[in-house]
């Protein structure tokens, strides 16, 4: 009884969020951004039964927005690659060239506040609790546990960070078009950078893993810098590279010139990197690089921009884990995940929350909820069901 009285729970929570989401696609099915080369593309789609398809292909922008409006996806996506013929099994389809994509996940970058808002639930016994996840369930001891995360305005804001950082490299390092690159927020827990256009889609994958590697700072050595364990002092203050040199040398030589002018006002700001070999000894120095390296650079998921088969949810898509829309920010900086990226709208509904943290959505606060009967606008009701806390009120 109990199992059939969960089905028809969850059956109903697919119900409303299938038509939160038909009624989105509706009435904005336009502002769904159609990759270039439409016809060269793989499309892809999740229903709300959690079934995956994939190797379609639109001959049209008009005719996938008919798709769009008729299935109403959970997520569509589409390939990063072009191809010759996108609906045929991938060793047929003929690879013509890829956009170059970042990703930037906040549960890649380690924020104290997910100590706070991430939540965890065991599959075996079903007990939740929140915080991070534990190593095994303090009460059936098993490993078997789930992981929520959450995004808030501090983590998400360190995320669009990174994807300044990323932009910096493309344009400044890269020399990449500012208008071949776009900023997308991730529809829930993060950012997508886009690059598209002649000028990166060649890459192959080998390319792909020498840009990932640069743009998160692995592999910096004194060596790649020019210099070497047995040169003479005078030598290593001429190769260090100066604040106002491009690319990662400058980078690195303003990054030390700050942290050494934070304990020396005296320091030479322009040959830091040579004050700080001179004191630390060769191998020490080393280690500081690397780590500066890792500091500076953009935490990007490398899996996401080296994986040339992958489909790569829409811009204007709303997002299956938030009922966000995946969302275009033309200003970065002034952009609001919780108030720019709102899709979903209807009449409020009654729902039953097993578990939040607090939240803010469209300027209005919500939570934090614990087994908790509420009613709510439709749009944070929806964020709460696609994440699995909450359903439709239910009494029969
Ligand atoms: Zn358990
Ligand atoms: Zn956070």
């Known amino acids: 009884m109990w199992a059939l009285r969960e089905r028809k729970v969850e059956e109903i929570t697919k119900l409303v969020l299938n038509q939160a989401f038909k009624d989105y696609y509706f009435r904005r099915a336009e502002d769904v951004e159609i990759p270039d080369n439409i016809a060269n593309r793989e499309f892809g789609y999740s229903t709300f039964e959690n079934a995956m398809v994939r190797h379609l292909s639109f001959s049209s922008a008009g005719e996938f927005h008919a798709f769009l409006v008729k299935e109403s996806p959970y997520s569509v996506f589409s390939s990063v690659s072009c191809y010759a013929k996108p609906s045929l099994p991938m060793e047929e389809k003929g690879w013509q060239g890829a956009d170059l994509v970042f990703d930037i996940d906040v549960k890649d970058l380690e924020m104290p506040c997910r100590r706070v808002h991430d939540s965890w639930h065991c599959r075996e016994c079903g007990k939740m609790g929140s915080g991070l996840r534990p190593a095994i369930c303090p009460s059936c001891k098993t490993n ?63 390319s792909r893993i020498e840009i990932a590697d640069y743009i998160t700072g692995v592999g910096i050595t004194p060596q790649l810098l020019g210099v070497f364990p047995r040169d003479k002092s005078e030598v290593v203050s001429q190769k260090m590279p100066l604040t106002s040199e491009a690319g990662w040398r400058g980078r690195l030589a303003r990054h030390f010139s700050n942290k050494l002018k934070a304990t020396d006002a005296k320091s030479d700001a322009e040959r830091a990197m040579a004050i700080q070999l001179a004191s630390l000894g060769y191998r020490r120095f080393t280690n500081r690089l690397a780590q500066y390296a890792m500091d500076l650079g953009a935490k990007i998921d490398r899996n996401v921009t080296l994986d040339l088969h992958r489909i790569f949810r829409m811009g204007g898509t709303l997002h299956n884990k938030s009922g966000l829309i995946k969302k275009r920010c033309e200003d970065l900086t002034s952009f609001d995940p919780f108030n720019d990226a709102l899709g979903v709208i209807g009449e409020p509904i009654e729902v039953h929350v097993s578990y939040s943290p607090p939240f803010t959505l469209g300027d209005e606060d919500f939570g934090p909820y614990s087994d908790s009967r509420v009613t709510l606008p439709l749009h944070a009701a929806a964020y709460l069901m696609c994440k699995g806390l909450a359903r439709p009120r239910n009494d029969s």
């Not at 078997?144 to 501090?154: A, H, P």
């Not at 669009?160 to 990323?166: M, Y």
């Not at 890269?174 to 060649?202: C, K, P, W």
Request: glycine share 12%.
């Open 144 to 206: 078997r546990i789930n992981v929520l995360g959450w995004g808030c305005q501090t983590c998400l804001a360190a995320a669009k960070d990174h994807v300044h950082r990323i932009i910096d490299f493309l344009l400044n390092d890269f020399g990449t078009r500012a208008d071949a690159i776009s900023v997308f927020f991730s529809g829930n827990l993060g950012y997508h950078v886009e690059v598209r256009g002649q000028e990166m889609d060649g890459l192959d994958h080998d």
